[in-house]
């Protein structure tokens, strides 16, 4: 009689046990919102940039322009 007493016991403890872990730990799930981030226009007018370098190339092929004609003569 003891022995089906502590067996009954046994059995409605492992079985509350049991059921009490039967789930384990979920992580909590924590939701991200997006960051928007707005895209502010260049501080500078890219078409202006090549106008401006070919102009800069143009002075200084003529204020490199070297005539090597010297009509000077030392007779």
Known sequence: MIMTKFATFAAVLGLTATSALAGGYVAPVVEVEPVVVEEQPASSNAGLVVPALLLLGVIAA????DDDDDTTTTE
Do not use: T
């Open 62 to 65: 003529v204020a490199s322009d």
